[in-house]
Nanobody
Framework: QVPFVESGGGLVQPGGSLTLSCAAS????????MRWYRKDVGKEREVVGE?????????WYADSVKGRFTISRDNAVNTVYLQMNSVNVEDTALYFC??????????WGQGIQVTVSS
């Protein structure tokens, strides 16, 4: 069973917006902190941001996306989102969602392409 179904990627113009979704199944999504990663050709994979679990869901973002990207989650539908605003060509990459918790199995999305181009 595929742990995640990702959607929302595609082609977007510089300055535009896009929202990625990652719907989880087959594991205890609510118990997992969630991360978004990205990987572009010729570049290292980098963490875009993450969201914790618990009563106060805290977020962290890479400097490259801080103030432009927002991670959110809806535990009622087992889905994590990445809202991408003011995108630029440097945001072009394959984006992955990731679930990782201490002493628990780790889960990866299959990757979804985002291309920023005019």
């Amino acid at each position: 069973q595929v742990p995640f179904v990702e959607s929302g990627g595609g082609l977007v113009q510089p300055g535009g917006s896009l929202t990625l979704s990652c719907a989880a199944s087959g594991f205890a999504f609510k118990a997992y902190p969630m991360r978004w990663y990205r990987k572009d050709v010729g570049k290292e994979r980098e963490v875009v941001g993450e969201m914790s679990v618990g009563g106060v869901e805290m977020t962290w973002y890479a400097d490259s996306v801080k103030g432009r990207f927002t991670i959110s989650r809806d535990n009622a539908v087992n889905t994590v989102y990445l809202q991408m605003n003011s995108v630029n060509v440097e945001d072009t990459a394959l984006y992955f969602c990731n679930a990782r918790a201490l002493s628990e199995p780790e889960y990866w999305g299959q990757g979804i392409q985002v291309t920023v181009s005019s």
